[in-house]
């Protein structure tokens, strides 16, 4: 059974970094990768990036690069998404999913998700 | 970057009707790289249509998706109290590999 758990909620003040992880369970890191998506309150679903452990590739969603980034861990089949500089605007639930990998122009990338883990709430205040 | 326009921003219809949902892209997304997902308040969101047409393992075959290119459609073809929901897309098609999601069309109760 797949399974993606995700670390607690967190309360960080503007201009620190936040690092939630995302323990898979069952085959993930072999043959999946993980994708980041966060939602704002109240707000529609915003893809970060993802990785795909078994190659080591990582790919961001350029509002985020350089302030994301995600990692992950095949010894203990942990992804972790960092994001540092904070402000009140990434107050928002971060989520892991499992992501597909497709092929596309000669590589693989990650593709859609299928299973999803339980949301971290990020809140971001002074 | 591909742009995901969603319509309408709100369907509000009753259960056993049809919903028609319609994502359009701003550029070609390669290969139908295409997904729809649903996501109730509170939860995270659920796989339903995967490649622009392939239904996800579980999900009923009242859900079925079309389209290609830039025009893609969700439709749900006999609403259930269930399937009351936000429904969103997501292209991973583009080049480079960046992913987009739509901003969601909400199907309500009438």
């Known amino acids: 059974q797949v399974q993606l758990v995700q670390s607690g909620a967190e309360v960080k003040k503007p201009g620190s970094s936040v690092k939630v992880s995302c323990k898979a369970s069952?085959?993930?890191?072999?043959?999946?990768?993980i994708t980041w998506v966060r939602q704002a309150p109240g707000q529609g679903l915003e893809w970060m990036g993802g990785i795909i452990p078994v190659f080591g590739t990582t790919n961001y969603a350029q509002k985020f690069q350089g302030r994301a980034t995600i990692t992950a861990d095949e010894s203990t089949t942990t992804a972790f998404m960092e994001l540092s500089s904070l402000t009140s605007d990434d107050t928002a639930v971060y989520y892991c999913?499992?992501?597909?990998?497709?092929?596309?122009?000669?590589?693989?990338?990650?593709?859609?998700?299928?299973?999803w883990g339980q949301g971290t709430l990020v809140t971001v205040s002074s | 970057e591909i742009v995901l326009t969603q319509s309408p921003g709100t369907l509000s219809l009753s259960p056993g009707e049809r919903a028609t949902l319609s994502c359009r892209a701003s550029?070609?997304?390669?290969?139908?790289?295409l997904a729809w997902y649903q996501q109730k308040p509170g939860q995270a969101p659920r796989l339903l249509i995967s490649?622009?047409?392939t239904r996800a393992t579980g999900i009923p075959d009242r859900f079925s998706g079309s389209g290609s290119g830039r025009d893609f459609t969700l439709t749900i073809s006999r609403l259930e109290p269930e399937d009351f929901a936000v429904y969103f897309c997501q292209q991973y098609g583009s080049s480079p590999p960046i992913s987009t999601f739509g901003p969601g069309t909400k199907v309500e109760i009438k």
């Open positions: 490649g622009a047409s």
């Open positions: 069952g085959d993930t890191f072999s043959s999946y990768g």
């Open positions: 550029q070609t997304v390669s290969s139908d790289y």
């Open positions: 999913a499992r992501s597909f990998m497709i092929p596309f122009a000669g590589e693989w990338r990650d593709g859609y998700c299928d299973y």
